[in-house]
């Protein structure tokens, strides 16, 4: 690399040389692809049978690890250059809930009703029960609505489980920034702890298992406080790769990966690769992939009976994914965020929310 210290700090305490300085749009298009790719795997076999160490679903593991090491680093960012907490819950919003909504009507009110082994009626008046309003907002179970029922897994989109989590963790970057916490040396490491004791005492839980993804998130952000003193070298980073090499597909793999992917992946992050820089220049697509391949998946998996071979599914799946994440860009996500230059005041009024008392505004500067 160029630099060892890719993230050194700015006076706007922003990521130096901006949006097209690093490669962190490629790195989050890899991971969204990478991570069609593993569900189009389970959901065609249906997880039934597929081991605890998989190294495809370990890849796609890799990629969600990926995500959330990229979002912690670049939320602490966030928060460090935003001037106040109401600016960035907006800017949080608008980046997460715009994409989120026109999915969630995409998958209800198209997908549903095509894919539904209901009647229009049945589908509809189940859909707005109370046990269709439960499940909806997980996606997880489809059959309250008659969803991919014959499918060897009857999710209708799970990818969304990591939704509510990272905004939580938005929440704790926040809150860690208006304590005065952010930045004492011992709050995020203490998190981590806590994270994971947690981690451990439910390993064997699949679904509490999953709370070690939010230690990710954590030691993103804590590289990103701590950019100035951690050193990203080659030497380093190889050392860890043949680290993940070794340990895979054995039970080690998962503290390995803990060890290995937040580093490996601000490194690759900040290689100067002309190319990989500007990826993002067309428009940030990650999003969307990420938010709409799996039910698509499942339709393709309901309409061909399943009798796509895993590179077609892989394929098809991919194409339309993309054709909707460019249309939810372009449409929605982009225009969205224009609207995140609205200062506190205009935030104020368009929310309708008093403005603050002249002490609490000297505070926060002040704890700034």
């Known amino acids: 690399m160029k630099t060892e210290h890719p993230g050194a700090v700015t006076e706007a305490g922003s990521i130096p040389g901006g949006r097209f300085s690093n490669n962190f749009d490629f790195l989050r298009f890899a991971a969204a692809a990478m991570i069609v790719v593993a569900h189009a795997y389970a959901l065609r076999l249906g997880y039934v049978g597929i081991g605890l160490y998989d190294p495809v679903m370990l890849i796609g593991q890799a990629a969600l690890a990926a995500l959330l090491v990229t979002s912690g680093y670049l939320i602490t960012a966030s928060w460090e250059s935003t001037a106040s907490p109401l600016r960035f819950a907006w800017k949080r919003s608008l980046r997460v809930i715009p994409a989120l909504v026109l999915v969630i009507l ?32 997980f996606f997880e179970d489809g059959s309250a609505i008659g969803l991919f029922q014959g499918n060897p897994w009857t999710y209708v989109n799970g990818s969304l489980w990591t939704i509510p989590v990272e905004v939580m963790m938005y929440g704790v970057v926040a809150a860690l920034g208006i304590a005065g916490l952010l930045h004492r040396w011992g709050a995020i490491p203490a998190l981590a702890v806590v994270n994971t004791l947690v981690w451990i005492y439910w390993f064997d839980d699949p679904r509490m298992a ?56 601000i490194y690759a992050a900040h290689l100067p690769v002309p190319f990989l820089n500007t990826f993002g220049r067309p428009g940030d697509f990650s999003y969307g992939i990420y938010i709409y391949h799996y039910p698509v998946q499942q339709a393709l998996i ?5 009798a796509l071979l895993l590179p077609a599914l892989c394929g098809l799946s991919f194409s339309a994914t993309f054709a909707l994440a460019f249309l939810s860009w372009h449409v929605v996500e982009r225009r969205a965020l224009a609207a995140k230059s ?19 505004t000297a505070w926060w500067v002040a704890r700034k």
């Not at 954590?218 to 980073?237: N, S």
């Not at 506190?344 to 609490?360: H, K, N, Y």
């Open 106 to 137: 995409v998958t209800l009110f198209v997908i549903g009703p095509l894919m539904t082994s209901l009647s229009p009626g049945e589908y509809f008046a189940a859909l707005f029960s109370p046990a269709g309003l439960a499940t909806a907002p």
């Open 210 to 265: 999953k709370v070690r993804f939010t230690l990710y998130f954590l030691i993103g952000a804590y590289l990103y406080l701590h950019r100035e003193r951690i050193a990203y070298r080659p030497v380093i980073a190889g050392a860890l790769l043949l680290l993940l090499g070794l340990t895979t597909p054995t039970p080690y793999v998962t503290v390995a990966g803990v060890i290995a992917i937040p580093y490996l992946t």
């Open 302 to 306: 309901q309409v061909t009976g399943n």
């Open 342 to 360: 609205l200062g506190s005041a205009d935030l104020r009024r368009v929310l309708g929310l008093p403005s603050l008392p002249a002490p609490l």
